[in-house]
């Protein structure tokens, strides 16, 4: 009777045993894993979403000083939109300066704001978002004057590119009344949540 003999399958295929890893390979593993989440979360904050802080009372009662929000990259601004853009007047020793405010005139729009009441394309708007119930009437008459884009700008419409933003502190804020459009190349970003204080996180109200 013969005997039968056995013979491990890697040798069979003559395989050898893989080696374990070095300590230089599982160190260059975990530089190339945080590399790559590095990189994810700089994209993500470079062209998705970033925080930002308010600075100033230009946007109450909507947003206060201070208020810390995110802003969203990506996507198309629309009227009333919250956004924030490099500042137009900005100077040499000052150009990271940004304003945030709120879109009212996009591309062909033709804007009137008469007697404390805002027309966009001759119909009124409601701006809910707005409140000036303690600013006296002569601050009224003063701060929050009549206008139209032909008396600020002397065009009758938003030019291609373009848009037209007011603070919502219109007695308090320095916006498209007095530095007109802003390109819209120069915005780099619009603002929905408020992540900051807690009390008040959640979406801004844009009713």
């Known amino acids: 009777m013969s005997e039968s003999s056995f013979t491990p399958r890697r040798e069979k295929f003559n395989k050898k045993p893989e080696k374990e890893k070095s300590l230089f ?3 260059l593993s975990t530089l190339i ?3 790559v989440i590095s990189g994810v979360f700089l994209s993500i904050r470079l062209y998705v979403v970033a925080p930002v802080s308010v600075e100033g009372a230009s946007m109450e009662p909507t947003l206060e000083d201070q208020d810390r929000l995110l802003l969203y990259k990506l996507g198309d601004i629309e009227r009333f939109d919250v956004v924030v853009f490099h500042a137009p007047d900005d100077t040499e020793d000052d150009s990271e300066k940004q304003y945030i405010k709120r879109v009212i005139g996009v591309p062909g729009d033709e804007i009137t704001f008469q007697d404390q009441m805002l027309y966009i394309n001759g119909e009124p708007i ?5 409140d000036l119930s303690e600013t006296s009437e002569s601050d009224l008459q003063s701060l929050n004057s009549n206008f139209n884009l032909a008396s600020l700008q002397g065009v009758e419409e938003v030019p291609e590119g373009t848009f037209f933003v007011l603070g ?6 320095k916006d498209s009344r007095s ?3 802003i390109d819209k190349e120069s915005v780099t970003g619009r603002t929905k949540l408020r992540i900051w204080p807690l009390d008040r996180f959640g979406f801004i109200n844009e009713d």
């Open 25 to 27: 390979q599982e160190l």
């Open 33 to 35: 894993y945080i590399i």
């Open 126 to 130: 409601e701006e809910n978002y707005i």
């Open 168 to 173: 919502d502190n219109r007695v308090n804020s």
């Open 179 to 181: 530095f007109g459009f």
